[in-house]
Nanobody, 125 residues
Framework: QVQLVESGGGLVQAGKSLRLSCTASCTASGSIGGIHVMGWYRQAPGQQRDLVATITSRGSTNYANSVKGRFTISRDHAKNTVNLQMHSLEPEDTAVYYC???????????????WGQGTQVTVSS
């Protein structure tokens, strides 16, 4: 019912930049009432899925230590979109990046967690 669509992944050289975007929407009748937190996680081959960055509805951000100073997360509340601007990319940033949203559908009393399908980011040395 809720769909998170990511875009912006790809292959880049070390030191370059990429921008990821993710938009949340309802695929059936209904609408999103509110999104508390949106964020990005990543999973490298053979590794667990780890937090990259999150941003709350009030704009509070949280970053993994490994990306602080290089990545910036932002939100467009009107478009239910979260962006991740990545600078100074390193080969260690290579992973599948997943969008995440903790949101409430209109008329619902509960908050639910949703994931996107993932987008590949590959950084060559």
């Amino acid at each position: 019912q809720v769909q998170l669509v990511e875009s912006g992944g790809g292959l880049v050289q070390a030191g370059k930049s990429l921008r990821l975007s993710c938009t949340a929407s309802c695929t059936a009748s209904g609408s999103i009432g509110g999104i508390h937190v949106m964020g990005w996680y990543r999973q490298a081959p053979g590794q667990q899925r780890d937090l990259v960055a999150t941003i709350t509805s009030r704009g509070s951000t949280n970053y993994a230590n490994s990306v602080k100073g290089r990545f910036t997360i932002s939100r467009d509340h009107a478009k239910n979109t979260v962006n991740l601007q990545m600078h100074s990319l390193e080969p260690e940033d290579t992973a599948v990046y997943y969008c995440n949203a903790l949101l409430q559908l209109s008329g619902d009393l509960t908050w639910s967690n949703y994931w996107g399908q993932g987008t590949q980011v590959t950084v060559s040395s």
